[in-house]
């Protein structure tokens, strides 16, 4: 997807998604006609509900281990805020071992988080704005620093950022992609920056241990929902009936 030409550097490129490559990364909550996108919108209402309710803007999405669904679930939930009227997302990639919303979103991004951390652009240039249809979510890609991705996230630089973010972005609900929580330092340096968790376990990877491990980490944090992903009829009563919250 081809940022439009001639936007000038401080203000965010644009870009259309392809429904059909969304739906391909299992990306539905656009307003296809796929019914788990009404899920996504459940989950979205609860989400702002509590959120509204709390004045809080900032929503991790983290889990326990990798490969659990966040990733899906950050875009879908972007997507889907982004269909209520007056209301409006921004997904910021903060997984800087594997930043993957670009690719699951289909967009070609100029600059990243990266670029914005080492002030090589500014945050305004380095935000794509993402239409799907009549809607528009603002993105903010990611780009891999797996060397120094610990001290990116808990330096003063991404301080700086979270804060610049929170001061131009007010009007927008800002859900971020993060590592999963149980493998480095990442998530548990930049939780206490977060104003809620969603933490997002998934079926065959997910154990009833590594949900606990999460929930020492998440005891000063606001712990929204554990979404249970890639469920199957056959693993359903597994975890609802192992794991409440
Ligand atoms: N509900 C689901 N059912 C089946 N497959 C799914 C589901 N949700 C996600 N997946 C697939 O699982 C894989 C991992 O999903 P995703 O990248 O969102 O996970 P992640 O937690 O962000 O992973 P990572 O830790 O690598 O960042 C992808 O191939 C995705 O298409
Ligand atoms: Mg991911």
């Given at each position: 997807m081809?940022?439009?030409?001639?936007v000038?550097p401080?203000r965010?490129a644009?870009a259309?998604?392809n429904?059909?490559?969304l739906?391909k990364?299992?990306i539905v909550a656009?307003g296809?006609?796929?019914?788990?996108g009404r899920?996504?919108?459940m989950?979205r209402?609860?989400i702002?509900?509590?959120m509204?309710?709390?004045?809080?803007?900032?929503l991790?999405?983290?889990?326990?281990?990798?490969n659990?669904?966040?990733?899906v679930?950050?875009c879908?939930l972007?997507?889907s805020?982004?269909r209520?009227p007056?209301?409006?997302?921004?997904l910021?990639?903060?997984?800087m071992?594997?930043?993957?919303?670009a690719?699951?979103?289909?967009?070609?991004?100029?600059n990243?988080?990266l670029?914005v951390l080492e002030d090589r652009a500014?945050v305004?240039?380095?935000?794509?704005e993402?239409?799907?249809?009549?809607?528009?979510?603002a993105?903010?890609?990611?780009a891999v620093?797996?060397?120094?991705?610990?001290?990116w996230?808990?330096?003063?630089?991404?301080?700086?950022?979270?804060?610049?973010?929170?001061?131009d972005?007010?009007?927008?609900?800002?859900i971020?992609?993060?590592?999963p929580?149980?493998?480095?330092?990442d998530?548990i340096?930049?939780?206490p920056?977060?104003?809620?968790v969603?933490?997002?376990a998934?079926v065959?990877t997910t154990?009833?241990?590594?949900?606990?491990a999460?929930q020492k980490?998440l005891?000063?944090?606001?712990?929204l929902r554990v979404?249970?992903?890639?469920?199957?009829?056959?693993?359903?009563?597994y975890?609802?009936?192992?794991y409440?919250?």
């Open positions: 081809e940022p439009h030409r001639g000038p401080s965010p644009v259309r998604l429904a059909t490559h739906e990364m299992r656009h296809s006609n796929d019914p788990k899920y996504y919108d989950l209402t609860q702002l509900q509590e509204d309710k709390n004045g809080w803007q900032f991790a999405v983290t889990s326990p281990t990798p659990c669904g966040k990733t679930t950050a879908n972007a997507l805020m982004a209520l007056e209301r409006a997302a921004l910021v990639d903060m997984d071992h594997k930043a993957k919303v690719e699951y979103l289909g967009l070609e991004a100029r990243n988080i670029s500014t305004g240039a380095s935000i794509v993402a239409c799907a249809g009549p809607n528009e979510i993105v903010l890609p990611g620093s797996s060397a120094s991705a610990s001290e996230i808990a330096s003063q630089t991404m301080a700086n950022l979270l804060q610049a973010i929170k001061r972005f007010r009007s927008r609900v800002v971020f992609d993060l590592p929580m149980l493998v480095g330092s998530v340096s930049i939780l920056r977060m104003d809620a969603l933490l997002v998934g065959g154990t009833p241990n590594d949900l606990k999460c980490h005891q000063r944090s606001n712990l979404v249970v992903n890639k469920v199957t009829e056959a693993t359903e009563s975890y609802y009936g192992n409440s919250t």
